[in-house]
């Protein structure tokens, strides 16, 4: 597609579940991002895959999170036994070379009640 | 440690005047610098940039300066209308390894509200 999809776009689920979300990014592009922002707060980055290079995972919470990306195409962002904090808008981010930056998607709202 | 900092959370101006918002940065590296805008309920959108080689880039209503020697980064939104209302962020990157996507570095952010 022309740009980087999202879903779901919101998501509802009870404290202790597992979730799942989904990007699609922009085809071709190499490198893929996952951020997140709380309520109130900046972008917080989460991690980055770069084409089969090991990712950076560096901005991961806690083992609840994980992410996976099969080549250059679709990711998968899981958390596991969700707590209230994990509450955020998921951000989806992909980019090629160019030094213009990043093209996200435009989010899933996570609200674990 | 955070690289890049936006440190007014909030701003409001009245329509038609200008908006300033600041951005500074620590790392020497950076030698290109964004901003985005971001609507509630959106993504991020790329708004304007600058490479380092440059002190101005102006595009309309947007202009963003850049001091290198104090590391420091503007973005001025003149005449500022009640459509420009949202969290600006100001986001830097380095350069990397042939064949590596440009990382962005994101700040914190800044609402600006722009009054009718």
């Known amino acids: 597609g022309a740009g980087v999809s999202q879903s779901p776009s919101n998501k509802v689920t009870e404290k202790g579940k597992d979730v799942e979300l989904r990007c699609d990014p922009i085809s071709g592009h190499t490198a893929l991002y996952w951020y997140r922002q709380r309520l109130g707060q900046g972008l917080e980055f989460l991690i980055y895959f770069q084409g089969n290079s090991a990712p950076d995972k560096s901005g991961l919470p806690s083992d609840r999170f994980s992410a996976e990306r099969t080549g250059e195409s679709v990711s998968t962002l899981t958390i596991q036994r969700t707590q209230q904090e994990d509450s955020a808008v998921y951000l989806c981010a992909s980019s090629g070379q160019s030094p213009y930056g990043y093209t996200f998607g435009s989010g899933t709202r996570l609200t674990v009640v | 440690d955070q690289q890049v900092k936006q440190n007014s959370p909030s701003l409001s101006v009245q329509e038609g005047r200008i908006s300033i918002l600041n951005c500074d940065y620590t790392n020497s590296m950076f030698d290109y610098f964004l901003w985005y805008k971001k609507y509630p309920a959106e993504g991020p959108t790329f708004l304007i940039s600058?490479?380092?080689?440059?002190d101005k880039n102006e595009d309309g209503r947007f202009t963003v300066f850049l001091n290198k020697s104090a590391k420091h980064l503007s973005l001025h939104i003149v005449p500022s209308q009640p459509g420009d209302s949202a969290v600006y962020f100001c986001a830097a990157s380095a350069q990397t390894d042939s064949g590596s996507a440009r990382q962005l570095t994101f700040g914190s952010g800044t609402q600006l509200t722009v009054l009718p």
């Open positions: 600058i490479s380092s080689i440059k």
